[in-house]
């Protein structure tokens, strides 16, 4: 069975600009998390997909960071414009639906904001 | 919302010692408590997690114990390897969705 799958593995952007990234989650997982990963540091939920239903997006930066999940299937995270803050490795990871179900994490994204 | 605390932030261990890692967390409504190691560039690898209903998991040399009450949790590395070199993670959910990580633990095991 194919794990959780990311694109771009790696992003070096200029400030100002947009990017975007992609995540397919296990098949069956009607869960989506997308994760923020400063180095040092442990995931940061950003915002939290049932099927095709964004919740848990509080600690999204709504003013440049804007997510989707159509057909509650793959999933796309796009920043714009970027920011020097924003470079981090960037997670998806799937469950199958509960609170208490275990993630499986994609290998994520590396974004270098120059 | 939840708050996880990890420590200690690095641990070096000699091969065949013995590792624990220890967390807190505050929202008494958290039920479920992975564990996760990482890899230098790699993803999150979920090792062992535990269920607020067990006080106590093994698997292998690895073992996870739960104190609900004081609302700590630890992961016991025995005999370890240099292979298990990693950052390890703890986290906590349940109580809202929103699953919540500690900082890390930078585990090296020297040969």
């Known amino acids: 069975e194919a794990g959780v799958v990311q694109s771009p593995r790696y992003k070096i952007i200029e400030k100002k600009q947009p990017v975007a990234f992609w995540c397919n989650p296990i098949?069956?997982?009607?869960?989506l998390y997308w994760y923020r990963q400063n180095l040092g540091q442990g995931p940061e939920l950003l915002i939290r997909?049932?099927?095709?239903?964004?919740?848990?997006d509080s600690q999204l930066p709504k003013d440049r960071f804007s997510a989707e999940r159509l057909k509650g299937v793959d999933s796309t995270l796009k920043i714009q414009p970027a920011e020097l803050g924003d470079s981090a490795v960037y997670l998806c990871?799937?469950?199958?639906?509960?609170?208490?179900?275990?993630?499986?994490f994609g290998p994520g994204t590396r974004l270098t904001v120059l | 919302g939840e708050n996880v605390e990890q420590h200690p932030s690095t641990l070096s261990v000699q091969e065949g010692d013995s590792a624990v890692i220890k967390c807190t967390y505050s929202?008494?409504?958290?039920?479920?408590f992975p564990w996760y190691k990482q890899e230098l560039g790699k993803r999150p690898q979920l090792i062992i997690d535990?269920?607020?209903?067990?006080g106590e998991k093994k698997d292998q040399r690895i073992a996870v114990t739960l104190n609900k009450t004081a609302k700590h949790f630890s992961l016991h590395i025995t005999e370890t390897q240099p292979e298990d070199s990693a950052v390890y993670f703890c986290?906590?959910?349940?109580?809202?969705?929103?699953?919540?990580f500690g900082r890390g633990t930078s585990l090296i095991v020297h040969p």
């Open positions: 990871a799937s469950s199958l639906g509960r609170a208490s179900d275990t993630q499986y």
């Open positions: 986290a906590a959910s349940g109580g809202s969705y929103i699953p919540t």
């Open positions: 997909y049932e099927n095709e239903e964004a919740v848990d």
């Open positions: 098949s069956g997982h009607n869960t």
């Open positions: 929202d008494s409504a958290s039920n479920y």
């Open positions: 535990i269920r607020s209903n067990v």
